[in-house]
């Protein structure tokens, strides 16, 4: 009987909905959205519609519940599309930027990430010119035309915005769809489109400060403000990925042999001599004592065995210097990778130290403390 996996926390927020079993959920930083939003667009719908009083306001909040409506559509999109290529989405979350579609698990082939991930923005381009031919049959003028209007540019603005090949964007994902066909290395096209995301940032960063500096332009302070918050978005996305590509080739990479000292099996009715001279004699570092089943039931503490006496380490049992392994405190030394890290997930719940065993016989003491420094390093 197999244990179901735990599902990934949820988003922390109000749920407004479900799509394909996966909730809608508003996150509290869309409210700040919301109000930020509605209050930046309100001077223009004044301008534009020649609205005065709440009525401004009321338009103004149209437009982004009408913005956040296509960013939803745009998430919705991907999940959709995920889900008939096999992937759950786990859920839809609206936030203060923008919004994210979480999953049960990763795209099993570059193409179908590639996929997921354009088909986003490809369904802003639709809404853009939908909402650009209903605008054409209004006055644009008028409140209905100022929305339509601002539904199609906004629209366009997301798909060519998340078009841009770096992470944490959909062409980031797409440039890394792209690096993972063509190494077969799904973690060096996280490394790659991250990088990618990072000059990105630096280059919006520039084009908002230093270009205007170079024409000789005094900058836009509103611009500059907006645009550094984008970028530091999109450099903190983008550096995540960069830590989480590199970890996980780390991990895809780790075998036994990387992580674990070589021990030998021995007998619990040895000696502190006997178990010493085995292991030198296979040039192994670590001893594992082995109960009466073969089981690895403890380890010897070297430490406490070089303390023993040369005259009565002869004498002097093996047990009295081994530190007790509780019962599953074991891995298969065969296993390489993700599921190396998942038995080692199990069994490091009850030990920090773990033997690690291949047929029936001991080849290895795992430490906890090594697997992280491995995968740091």
Known sequence: MSTPRPSP?????????????????????????????????????????????????????????????????????????????????????????????????????????????????????????????????????????????????????????????????DGGRVLEAAVWAVTKNRHTGTVAAGWSGRVVAVLLFAWALVWPLVQGVQPDLVNVVWTVFIAAFLWAGATASVRSGRTQRAVHGLTVQAVASPAVGVPYTDSVAHAGATAAAVGAHEVVLLSPDGRPAAYVDRAAAAAVPAEVAGTTPVTSVAVTLPFGAVVDGSLAGGPLIAALSEATRTSPVVAAMVDGRVVGLIRAADVVAAIRA
Do not use: C, K, M
């Open 9 to 169: 926390p949820r988003t922390r927020g109000w749920v407004v909905g479900h799509v394909v079993g996966a909730p809608i959920i508003l996150a509290p930083s869309w409210l700040v959205a919301a109000l930020v939003l509605t209050l930046v667009f309100a001077p223009s719908v004044r301008a534009r519609s020649g609205e005065s009083g709440p009525a401004v306001y009321l338009v103004a909040l149209a437009f982004v519940v009408l913005l956040f409506g296509s960013v939803l559509v745009h998430e919705l999109a991907h999940g959709l599309v995920a889900r008939a290529r096999g992937q759950q989405p786990h859920e839809f979350v609206l936030t203060l930027w923008g919004g994210h579609t979480s999953f049960g698990g990763a795209a099993p082939t570059p193409a179908t990430s590639a996929l997921v991930a354009a088909v986003g923005p490809l369904a802003n381009l639709v809404l853009a010119a939908g909402f650009l031919v209903a605008a054409r049959g209004v006055d644009e003028w008028s409140i209905g035309g100022l929305l339509l209007y601002s539904g199609a540019i906004s629209n366009g603005f997301v798909a060519v915005f998340n078009l841009i090949p770096g992470l944490p964007l």
